[in-house]
């Protein structure tokens, strides 16, 4: 059995390609950086990779993270501009460190090291994201914007992997980190158990370490549909405790035969699949709850 989910309909190619890998015998690990390879190099998504989200100083500063559920070793870069494939610098510092994370400026020169090649401005941040940029950067109103690709798969050897990417959310503060490369929340698999990654407002996730609830419950019994339904509702409803007014919060699970499952708080949320025997096809999912009409009433 083979499987892989990815979020949002961007994600489509991504599960696509991952299908090309995972069918033929391909790795977990292999089917996860390659399907998200293309949505980073895709231009028209605005949330991860080139094409993405400046922050508030115009910068185009990228998050990845990948995990391996057969080892629990992690790769984690954050802040890193002038690469186009986060994702494999990530993976690079999962398979060629004795670390987890690198930011900034030290994750871009561990990356001219191993070789990866620099990706210019001029290349990675399009017309578009200038744009918008220039229009919304001086705007009193909250900035809109933000996603993630989160990605799951099970090979047929029964690995589990996990891997995130996003620029984050739109015009964030330089520095910013949300929970894309934060593990736990953004990202967590554990092969024989299963795996979970996230998206929405990483802040919000952060406070409630989504992932490694959703995969803790897996390994108490829960299918995965309960416990991506659980891990929504509590942190959504302990914000609320905290005196907090939730902002998005969707989450994506895979279970170690391959049973997905996806859970939001919010109008809109969809992700990509592929499975044995199901062609790449998008999943919608209904709020379980909706923090905008609960805010409205
Ligand atoms: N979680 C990402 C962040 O906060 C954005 C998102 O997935 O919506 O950076």
């Given at each position: 059995m083979w499987s892989m989910i990815a979020t949002w309909p961007f994600s489509l190619q991504c599960v696509e390609k991952g299908e090309e890998i995972l069918k033929g015998g391909g790795r977990a690990l292999d089917a996860v950086e390659r399907g998200i390879h293309l949505v980073e190099t895709d231009?028209?998504?605005?949330?991860?990779?080139?094409?993405g989200y400046l922050n508030a100083d115009g910068e185009l500063a990228l998050d990845a993270a990948m995990m391996d559920g057969d080892t629990l070793k992690m790769g984690v870069v954050a802040?890193?501009?002038?690469?186009?494939h986060p994702v494999s610098i990530a993976r690079a510092v999962m398979?060629?460190?004795?670390?987890s994370i690198l930011v900034g400026q030290y994750a871009e020169s561990f990356a001219r090291r191993m070789g990866f090649q620099e990706a210019p401005p001029e290349y990675m941040i399009t017309d578009h994201a200038r744009l918008k940029y220039e229009a919304e950067?001086?705007?009193?109103t909250k900035p809109s914007g933000h996603d993630t690709i989160g990605c799951v798969a099970l090979d047929q050897a029964g690995s589990l992997c996990v891997a995130t990417s996003t620029s984050g959310?739109?015009?964030?503060?330089?520095g910013r980190v949300g929970d894309t490369p934060i593990i736990g929340s953004g990202f967590y698999v554990q092969s024989g158990v299963g795996g979970a990654a996230a998206t929405g407002l990483g802040e919000d996730i952060m406070r409630t370490c989504c992932s490694f609830r959703v995969v803790d419950l897996m390994r108490r019994g829960l299918s995965a549909q309960d416990a991506v339904n659980e891990v929504v509702l509590t942190a959504h409803y302990t914000l609320k405790q905290c005196g907090l007014k939730p902002d998005c919060i969707a989450l994506v699970c895979m279970d170690a035969r391959g049973n997905t499952a996806g859970a939001c708080n919010h109008k809109g949320f969809a992700y990509a699949c592929a499975r044995e025997g199901e062609a790449p096809h998008l999943v919608e999912v209904p709020p379980i709850i909706d923090k905008d009409e609960e805010q409205e009433g």
């Open positions: 231009p028209t998504v605005d949330c991860v990779g080139r094409g802040c890193v501009r002038g690469f186009e398979e060629k460190t004795k670390h950067k001086d705007k009193a959310a739109n015009l964030r503060l330089p």
